[in-house]
């Protein structure tokens, strides 16, 4: 019996929805990249390629993200539990797993044919969801066509720019810039015709899901620390004060994302657009946050390129958050302090950079100022 290809529009305002199991699978599929892209930004810096390493972590990041926030949102609006969603569903988590195992390319700046492949799996499997929902939503048979042929586009670039030009070219990073534009530019596009479906608190659900989950990358470098003591069955001050603090900073992001106020508002579809793409920098500034203290164990104490990029990473984050969220929430002076906490951050890597101890304080700080401020509606 063949699957029937028909995803039907949910309620976007069905009471009580939440994460299903499926998407709590796929979130460790995804997880599962962005471990190996940490990992890769790691070792390049300890190999002396730190600005290389940057570019080549957000890179495949953002390839990481985007198939995961496509697949969260579509989800959001047409996840009906049918056998065809859910292998559909089990044909992208693939696609990722073979898009981590290819990643190291990356790094090595050699041919990224595996990730390309997972890629293109990922991709081509949103292509049958668009085209599920156009038969299955006649409303916004305009829109699902749309995205089904933006996608499609798109990939075809992929295929012939990636295949055409090694990672190690001047050109790869153009190239590259180029096809991110394309695809943050296909929902902006394709969604003008008739919005989709999707639940507003689905939507908050799964992202802030994510958030702990990238944010397992900073726990698994603590307890790595601990671990590494010079006698593991005895406590050591220094590994565990190290601990404490690098514990401590995870606790406040912790605290800084999630807050009393509302997340993500009704206020129409380019404030969406921005909250879901900004989650980019939020999501991989903590993993780059998990990826610093991994510096810090492995150099066994105080580095200044660990804390420097751990630095760099805690502020990028108080910005996005204020971008996105805390400048449409917030009124008065408390409207500043995730603004004043990034620069304040910044400011401390650009002038040593500060020991882990003075990060750690500014981010308590900024944390507890951040929460005590009165939510305001917009």
């Not at 940057?54 to 198939?67: G, H």
């Not at 394309?182 to 639940?199: D, I, K, M």
């Not at 944010?215 to 698994?220: E, I, T």
Request: glycine share 8%; net charge neutral; hydrophobic share 55%.
């Amino acid at each position: 019996m063949m699957l029937d290809l028909r995803f039907t529009p949910r309620d976007p305002d069905e009471p009580n929805r939440s994460a299903t199991p499926l998407e709590l699978l796929f979130d460790l599929a995804s997880v599962v990249a962005i471990g190996v892209a940490a990992q890769g930004l790691v070792e390049s810096i300890e190999a002396g390629r730190t600005v290389a390493g940057l570019i080549d972590y957000l890179c495949s990041f953002f390839m990481i993200w985007w198939a995961w926030m496509n697949y969260t949102w579509f989800a959001s609006a047409y996840d009906d539990h049918s056998p065809a969603f859910r292998l559909l569903t089990m044909v992208i988590m693939f696609g990722a797993l073979m898009l981590a195992a290819g990643i190291d390319a990356v790094f090595d700046r050699t041919p990224i044919l595996l990730v390309l492949a997972g890629f293109s799996v990922m991709r081509l499997a949103m292509v049958l969801f668009w085209i599920g929902a156009s038969r299955g939503d006649p409303g916004r048979r305009t829109t699902a066509r749309r995205y089904a042929m933006g996608i499609t586009l798109m990939q075809g670039y992929w295929l012939v720019a990636m295949t055409a030009v090694m990672p190690s070219a001047l050109l790869f990073l153009p190239l590259f810039l180029v096809g991110v534009a394309g695809e943050l530019s296909v929902p902006a596009l394709a969604e003008r015709h008739a919005a989709t479906t999707w639940h507003r608190g689905h939507i908050v659900s799964r992202y802030g899901r994510l958030t702990l989950i990238v944010l397992g990358q900073c726990f698994a470098s603590i307890v790595l620390t601990i671990q590494l003591a010079p006698e593991p069955s005895l406590l050591d001050a220094g590994r565990l004060w190290q601990a404490f603090l690098l514990a401590v900073i995870a606790f406040s992001i912790w605290g800084l994302y999630f807050t009393d106020d509302p997340q993500l508002d009704n206020s129409g579809y380019g404030r969406a657009l921005l909250w879901g793409y900004g989650h980019f920098f939020i999501f991989s500034t903590i993993a780059a946050a998990g990826a610093s203290m991994r510096l810090l164990i492995e150099g066994h104490g105080e580095t200044p390129l660990g804390n420097g990029i751990l630095g760099l990473a805690l502020a990028c984050l108080a910005a996005t958050l204020w971008i996105v969220r805390d400048r449409y929430r917030l009124k008065g002076m408390a409207r500043w302090w995730l603004p004043c906490l990034a620069i304040m951050l910044l400011l401390l890597t650009l002038a040593s950079p500060a020991p882990v101890e003075a990060i750690a304080l500014v981010l308590v700080i900024g944390t507890l100022l951040r929460r005590r401020a009165p939510p305001h509606g917009t």
